[in-house]
Structures are given as C-alpha cells and as structure tokens.
C-alpha cells in the first residue's frame, strides 16, 4: 500500500491531497501498472481518512506547544523509539505543530505494521503537511530531509 501511495503523492495528487482524477480512473491506471486491487483500495482509504482527519479536525486550546502527547501501548509500538523522537523533534523545531503531529500519528496507525519505518514516518509526515496549505514553510524542510535521507542512501 506504501508504494501506491508514494505513487499517488508524486504523480496524482494536489496540494489539498485531493486525486487530480476520479478514484475509477485512477484504480484502472493502477492496476494497469501492476498493483493489486486491495492494496488500491487500502491506499484510496489513507488517503480520504486523511482528509477527513484534517477537515473534522480544528484547532483547539487543549492542544499548545507546551502540551506532552502521552502515547497509547500501540502507538508506541508502532512508532518505535525512533519515530516518537522525531516527532518530538520535528514539534520542537516548529516544523509540526501538534494537529500536525497528531494526523501524522492518525495516518501511522492507518498503515500495517509491516510498513512503519522511520523513512516511512517521514514520508507520511510530508503527505501530511502537503495536505496542509498554510504549512508551506515546514513542507520545504520535511522535503529536505527525506530527500537527504534519500541521497544518504545513494552515496
């Protein structure tokens, strides 16, 4: 499902993580390229889980930057140590604020297990900042750093 989605960001998506085309359309190019009918449909659902996180979701007092985000038994097991650190990391240098941070989580716990890695934890961070209009700023940096990343793997 990871690799649809890497897919869709590079290929279909607009800035509002909105296809640029109907999900029939897509689904046919998909599976004209070779990926799996289910695999789509998981993909499709990140994606509008993703945008419904983000539009039921408004800003709220209870959530400041001097909050401490306490992780369920399961979060922490997919995140791993790692993971949590960059997310405080990337909340402590104002690149998330801490609705970024917790859609970021929502989109983590989406995915199989399988597919969390600190890589993919970047990434999912960067789809969801690209969904994010007014967090043009942080988007630069996020895709810096995967792209860096990236580049480290190639050297």
Known sequence: MFEILMFLFENYLDDTAVLKIDNDA??????????DRYEINRALNWLNGLIQFQQTVAPSHQLTPL???????EEAERLGVEGRGLLLHLEQIGVIDPITREMAIDRIMALDYREVDLGRIKWVILMVLFNQPDKKSALTLMQDMVLADAFDVLH
């Open 67 to 73: 909050s401490i985000r306490h992780y369920m038994p």
């Open 26 to 35: 897509i689904m046919l190019e998909l599976e004209r390229i070779g990926f």
